[in-house]
């Protein structure tokens, strides 16, 4: 797993179920890695989790992103402009869902995604950009309805160390299925980064915009085909 600061990976053991894994050991409401890596934490939560809710989103729902793709107040988000708030969602999902077990990797595509399309505008210049986001998003969650694997815990995403918010849930895909639905998954995003190029053809004043959003959806491609 990469090195990812102030990044915790906490495992909600839904139904008292565990990963199976050796790499991921059951849980016990226990650290399992630490010292600078993404922790895996477990938690006697009966799926509830301890932040956060509903799905795609961050507990307390934020009223932005920055740059780097990091929750900030409404004040804060107000002043960035919503093409780098998309951005920075989608290259911090590249980074944040190459971390998590392989199996989780297209829900936590899926919940970035989501968080993209929370601060993009449903009219103007980038209305297409929301249509094919949740076109994205509405593929993939098929993906994961047909390939979920049923016995293992979900999972979250919190940033900013202890305390900080925490995305929703993150769905497993069956070991049997895993290297299948990511492909399919991976390319998905790639025709969703073909249509993103095909639309920056015909914009005037947000070309360059649209083609950094679809390097950023391409970016989260590769780590599905590792």
Known sequence: MTH???LSLFLVAAGGLAFSSAEYPASG???FSGDGTP???GQSTGGQGQTGSGTGGLGGEPGGFDARGLPVGPAVAASIPVPVQITGVLNRSALVCASVPREYAIDCVIVHLKQAISVTPHTGDYAEVRKVLSDTVNRLEKIVADNRDDTKPLIRLQTGGAGGPATARMRAIRPDTVNR??????RVLAEAQTVLLRSASAQTRAKLEYVRIAEAVGSNKVLLRS
């Open 4 to 6: 990812l600061s102030a």
């Open 29 to 31: 409401d226990r650290l």
């Open 39 to 41: 922790q895996l934490i």
């Open 181 to 186: 639905a990511n492909a399919d998954a991976a």
